[in-house]
Nanobody
């Protein structure tokens, strides 16, 4: 069974940066699309960014130009570099592995103060 463990969240001032990491157990990581999602209080979970097995990426319009998703297959890890953070980026951020069905991490809180 694949497990995903996120880290790197925290409290940051508007305009600051954070880098989230998601470590996956098992060799299945390499051939699958990975994604970052977020859920703010009272809102539905939304896609932030995805990266395919060959490195193609896609971003939500709200984070384009500020966030960068990347992966290190040797380390079974996917990253989300978040720059120019805004208060509206405050949410719990979840890592997702797409094997045809989703596997989720436990989430990491990101809080951006104004």
């Amino acid at each position: 069974q694949v497990q995903l463990v996120e880290s790197g969240g925290g409290l940051v001032q508007a305009g600051g940066s954070l880098r989230l990491s998601c470590a996956a157990s098992g060799s299945i990581f390499r051939g699958n699309t990975m994604g970052w999602y977020r859920q703010a209080p009272g809102k539905q979970r939304e896609l932030v960014a995805i990266i395919t097995s060959d490195g193609s990426t896609n971003y939500a319009d709200s984070v384009k130009g500020r966030f960068t998703i990347s992966r290190d297959n040797a380390k079974n890890t996917v990253y989300l570099q978040m720059n120019s953070l805004k208060p509206e980026d405050t949410a719990v951020y979840y890592c997702e592995l797409d094997q045809g069905w989703p596997t989720w991490g436990q989430g990491t809180q990101v809080t951006v103060s104004s």
